[in-house]
């Protein structure tokens, strides 16, 4: 499984992908705001998305890419490890039930 996590915090980046090895997920990070990311959230299976650290146009391109590929997005403001984790089990819970 592969999630993308738009914003965050740099120097969490190892922790972030710790929590999301420890799960058994792909995780895709960025920290900034880049172009084509339309294309670039294409093929991920979910979308976390830390509104407190990304730009306002940044956030509305993220939710029109995750729209228009119908992909799982989960928006929160806080940015901290334990809120990745709790993100991290909704997307696995997700896709649990997909799958059955």
Request: with cysteine; proline share 1%.
């Given at each position: 499984?592969?999630?993308?996590?738009?914003?965050?915090?740099?120097?969490?980046?190892?922790?972030?992908?710790?929590?999301?090895?420890?799960?058994?997920?792909?995780?895709?990070?960025?920290?900034?705001?880049?172009?084509?990311?339309?294309?670039?959230?294409?093929?991920?299976?979910?979308?976390?998305?830390?509104?407190?650290?990304?730009?306002?146009?940044?956030?509305?391109?993220?939710?029109?890419?995750?729209?228009?590929?119908?992909?799982?997005?989960?928006?929160?403001?806080?940015?901290?490890?334990?809120?990745?984790?709790?993100?991290?089990?909704?997307?696995?819970?997700?896709?649990?039930?997909i799958q059955a």
């Amino acid at each position: 499984m592969s999630i993308a996590v738009i914003g965050g915090i740099k120097r969490l980046e190892t922790h972030y992908r710790r929590e999301a090895s420890k799960r058994g997920i792909n995780l895709v990070i960025f920290n900034v705001a880049s172009r084509d990311m339309d294309q670039k959230l294409r093929r991920m299976d979910a979308v976390i998305l830390f509104t407190g650290q990304v730009s306002h146009n940044a956030r509305t391109e993220v939710i029109r890419a995750a729209r228009r590929h119908q992909i799982p997005l989960y928006q929160h403001h806080s940015c901290g490890i334990c809120t990745l984790r709790d993100c991290l089990d909704c997307c696995l819970d997700a896709n649990k039930q997909i799958q059955a």
